[in-house]
């Protein structure tokens, strides 16, 4: 089973842009499909994007859907969530995940999660 642990949180102004890296341990990293979720304070984990792991299968919430984009590098074991026109109310901690599917992930099939890294976005 991979182990997952995010970088690239922290802060930033509205409209602004950050770019969240999720590396991988494992020699399977290939074969999962990946995706990332937010959790708000006091709410539940949310979706955000998901990728299979060919990358030919891509799905996003629509509170991010053309301004976010998900990718992934399987040589380098790592998948990216590059986000863009940041908004106040994309303040969260930002969680990678792993599971058989990039469809299996979106409804909230994970099999793994990584710790979270922390996005705030001033006004």
């Known amino acids: 089973q991979v182990q997952l642990g995010e970088s690239g949180g922290g802060l930033v102004q509205a409209g602004g842009s950050l770019r969240l890296s999720c590396v991988a341990s494992?020699?399977?990293?290939?074969?999962?499909?990946m995706g990332w979720f937010r959790r708000f304070p006091g709410k539940e984990r949310e979706f955000v994007a998901a990728?299979?792991?060919?990358?030919?299968?891509?799905y996003y919430s629509d509170s991010v859907k053309g301004r976010f984009t998900i990718s992934r590098d399987n040589a380098k074991n790592t998948v990216y969530l590059q986000m863009n026109s940041l908004k106040p109310d994309d303040t969260a901690a930002y969680y990678c995940?792993?599971?058989?599917?990039?469809?299996?992930?979106?409804?909230?099939?994970?099999?793994?999660w990584g710790q979270g890294t922390l996005v705030t976005v001033s006004s």
């Open positions: 990728i299979s792991w060919t990358g030919s299968s891509i």
């Open positions: 995940a792993a599971g058989s599917s990039s469809a299996n992930i979106r409804t909230g099939y994970v099999e793994v």
């Open positions: 494992g020699p399977t990293f290939s074969r999962y499909g």
